[in-house]
């Protein structure tokens, strides 16, 4: 069976950091691209960060541009999210999808989703 598990949400305090992490099972996530998407209260769900299966130049919404850093540990098959320098408006519930080889800027193009983790921004 195909799953993607997000882990490493919680509370941070503005300017914190947190490292979220997508692991696989049923798959190898090399042959994926790995997107990072967000939703928060009241508001569509958004990408934020996605990486090819080859590893190339990942691609960041402008907003999280210099704070946030997505990478992939193949023997681990586990896609990260580093998450630096923390804002209020970073808090929604993360998820991460998988679609094969290259990122997409549509989310119905990613054919595999986990059910997402918390993060909660506050002072």
């Known amino acids: 069976q195909l799953q993607l598990v997000e882990s490493g949400g919680g509370l941070v305090q503005p300017g914190g950091s947190l490292r979220l992490s997508c692991a696989a099972s049923g798959f190898p996530l090399g042959d994926y691209a790995i997107g990072w998407f967000r939703q928060a209260p009241g508001k569509e769900r958004e990408g934020v960060s996605c990486?090819?299966?080859?590893?190339?130049?990942?691609n960041y919404v402008d907003s999280v541009k210099g704070r946030f850093t997505i990478s992939r540990d193949a023997a681990k098959n586990t896609v990260y999210l580093q998450m630096n320098s923390l804002k209020f408006e970073d808090t929604a519930v993360y998820y991460c999808a998988a679609r094969r080889y290259g990122c997409s800027g549509s989310q119905v193009a990613y054919d595999y989703w986990g059910r997402g983790t918390q993060v909660t921004v506050s002072s």
């Open positions: 990486i090819s299966s080859s590893g190339g130049r990942p």
